[in-house]
């Protein structure tokens, strides 16, 4: 009889421990979550070291690539504080903010009107002039706290080149997005304020996180439209798109032909973070491009070389498992790089 209490008691707490564990974690995340908003008010009136002390010393960062590196505040005041006076104007718009434990995960759509010169010590001794047009671009931070409130690591996900092609630095890209536009409030939009809180407290963290590591194992360049609504909304630079099943066919072609060109392809789910109906991963590729391949017809000779990029993905899941709405950032620039296609920067 003790030993069978003894049992009843140890399994209790441990029942109690787990349940003040998760506790735990969700006060943190809307913690986490509170301490971010709070900064993005501020900054957007101008206090910007708000966003500079919201770092620890050092912390770590990815640089355009697909590693992190030991950084200080000092280091982001400087290239932020660049932007931001070449921009006074500039403001930071977060869209969704995804929390889940120590993490949060946010696509942001920054603003400004380029009206000074932009001056950048490793850009050069000369200031860029200005041409007074509005700028728009955006990101994917994902953002680790520490117990005092801190970041101390940040993964940070964007395609600068369409910032400094804006602002006349060098030939913008060309950018296409696979959908139809669509006008006016389009999916979280269109929710009200009770069903978009709804999404954060439904419970599905678990089914829309095992979503993901399907997704992935179905390879690069898998059939992915099982996943999707059709249409679902994706969202892009210039606003959201209605994507049709037939559509997502058409864009695996290009993934498809990586796989070819790197048939030792993988993902890595390198930080996932997931809250409610919501779920943000950040996916890092790696293969070795050992095969020729006709490229849209442009011709690709193999050269042997590793190849590593990196892109983030933020979805909001219905009741039954699907995706309704989607956003993609990622800078594809090592990729073109290693396939040829692009020369390395500075050439």
């Known amino acids: ?35 971010y908003l709070e900064m993005v008010a501020q900054y957007n009136t101008g206090n910007r070291e708000a966003f500079y002390t919201l770092l620890a010393d050092p912390f770590m960062m990815n640089q355009g690539d697909s590693v992190l590196a030991q950084m200080s505040p000092d280091d982001v005041r400087a290239f932020d504080g660049a932007l931001a006076g070449a921009m006074p104007d500039i403001q930071m718009n977060p869209t969704v903010t995804i929390a889940q434990g120590d993490w949060v995960a ?77 006008e006016g409030a389009a999916g979280y939009q269109t929710l009200s304020a009770d069903e978009l809180a709804a999404t954060f407290t439904s419970d599905r963290e678990a089914r829309n996180v095992a979503a993901f590591t ?87 000779t193999a050269t042997g070389e590793t190849i590593t990029w990196q892109f983030g993905a933020i979805d909001r899941f219905d009741a039954g498992g699907k995706i309704v709405e989607e956003w993609i950032e990622g800078d594809a620039t090592p990729l073109l790089i290693g396939l040829g296609i692009m020369p390395p920067m500075g050439q």
Do not use: C
């Open 1 to 35: 009889m003790k030993q069978i209490s003894r049992v009843i008691v140890v399994s209790l707490l441990f029942l109690v421990l787990g349940a003040w564990s998760l506790s735990a974690q969700e006060d943190n995340a809307q913690r986490n979550r509170q301490i």
């Open 214 to 300: 399907d997704m992935i194992g179905l390879g690069f360049g898998g059939d992915s439209t099982g996943f999707y609504a059709d249409p679902y909304v994706a969202w892009g630079f210039g606003g959201a798109y209605a994507v049709t099943a037939d559509q997502i066919a058409e864009e695996a072609a290009f993934p498809a032909m990586l796989a070819m060109a790197m048939p030792d392809v993988a993902m890595e789910q390198t930080v996932t973070v997931a809250e409610g109906d919501w779920a943000a991963t950040l996916i890092t590729l790696s293969g070795t491009f050992t095969e020729d391949i006709e490229f849209f017809g442009m011709p690709l």
């Open 106 to 182: 946010v696509p942001i759509t920054w603003t400004g009107t380029f009206t000074e010169p932009f001056s950048f010590a490793p850009f050069g001794p000369d200031a860029f002039p200005p041409n007074n047009q509005a700028i728009t671009w955006t990101e994917m931070w994902f953002l680790h706290f520490t117990v005092e409130g801190l970041v101390d690591v940040a993964w940070l996900v964007a395609e600068p080149a369409l910032m400094f092609g804006q602002m006349g630095m060098f030939p913008p890209p060309e950018t296409s997005r696979t959908g139809t536009p669509i």
